[in-house]
Every structure is written in C-alpha cells, then in structure tokens.
C-alpha cells in the first residue's frame, strides 16, 4: 500500500517537472518575437461652459446717423450754362479731377478784353513816364495814367479768375453721392450742384440724454455697435448730440457691425 503510493507521488512530481520544463521552452521560443506593448493614449474630458451675458454689462440703445467725416455742397463761385457735369452718382473722383465745366465762351471773351485794356493801359503808362521824364507832362498826368494801368491790370486779373472758375475740381478723393443738377442747365454763382462725400472715415452721430452726458457721457464704453437702418430723421427732445469717428468701411443697410470708437466730442 505505501509503495502504491509512492509511486503515485513520483509520477506527480515527474509530470510537475515536465510542465515546467515545458512552460520555459516555450517561453523561450516565443520571448525573442514578442512585440513590444505600446500604451494607448488616455482621453482627458475638457470642461467646457456656456458663456452668458455679464450681468453689469451695459447696453444702450441710441437713435443716431452714419455720415462721412468730410462731405462738401460743390458749386461754382460764378454763374453761366453747364457745360458738362461728368461725375455720376456712387463714382469715385480722385482729388484734383475734372468733376464739371461751364460754358467758357463769354469768360473768355471777358478775359481778352480786358487784357487788351491793360495791354493799352500799360503802353500809355511808358509814354507818359517817358514824357515825364522829358518834363513834357505834368505829374499828375503821369500818375493818372499810372491808376489807369493798375486798374486795368485788376479787372484782367479778376476775369482771368473767372475764367479758372468756370472748370471745377474735386477737393478731395471721394464719392459722388447726388447730383442736384443736369448737363445744360443755367446755374447760379455758388449754387449747389452735387454732394461729394470721403467716405474713408465715418463720424458716428448719436442723441444721447442729458443725464447719461451728466454721468460721463459714453466714453466708457469700449465697442459700438452701429445697426444701419433707412436714413430718417431722429426725434426732437431734450438731447445733446456726441459724434464719433470710426475708420471702419460702413456696413451696407440692414447689417450689423462692431466698430471701435475714438473718444466722442461733444457737439
């Protein structure tokens, strides 16, 4: 009976053995083409938040007006026919561009009739110096003649202006906003004929209430937020205008746009 079970025991330990024995030669064989373990990226979760208004965050809504810094009413300082008015509305006229001419006929007949005067006026002036000179003519003679000359020499020089006023040149570069006259018409001296704005610069013209001008007025605020709308007129009250000038191109109507201010001036 012991031996029965000592030969059970050994057959145990022989079959423990070959496993192991077993377990390393095939550890031993698949250990040299075993990859090595690549950790796989962890996904860390952002927090996120929904942002929502600040709650001392001021808003105010104004009534107001975009319109260029500089915008000028052009006219002629004289009268006489429009002979052409080349500047359509919306165009854009560099500085110093033709913009419209009048008829220079009856200008230039002015003009070189008065500087035959002077042409006269000053060949009498060297006969009668020539003559005082020779004691021939008295002093006064000569300073008559002299007055002669200067006047006629005034009026060349006033219709030689005349003249030049008759072409008229764009101030500025610009835009042709409206035109309030045609090709051929009889214009008056300084009449207007069309509006020419410089829209590269905007002015921001708002009706803020007296106790907000009190307060500060809207210096405080960092941003404006310009909605255009159809030009209309703003309401009367008790307001005072501030204007602010932005350099930002204008949003066409219906649009919304953030623009950042320069400090306003009161107006």
Known sequence: MLKRHLVKFGAAILLIAGVGIGGAAVFAQKTPNASPLVEKPVMRPIPTAVAQPVADARTH???????????????????GLLNKLSAQEGRTIKKGQVIATLDQRDFQFA??????????????LDRFSSLWKQNVVSMADYENAKTKYDVAQAEMLVKKKALADTVLYAPFNGVVVSRHVEDHEHILAKQSILSFQDISTIDVLIQVPECMIAQGGVEGFDHLLVHLTPTRKPGGGSRRKCASTVRNPIPPPGHTRWLSPSPPRRI
């Open 111 to 124: 003009y070189d009739a008065a500087k035959a005067k002077c042409s006269l006026a000053k060949h009498d």
């Open 61 to 79: 809504l104004f009534p107001g007006e975009v319109r260029a810094n500089r915008r000028v009413e052009l006219a002629f300082s004289v009268a």
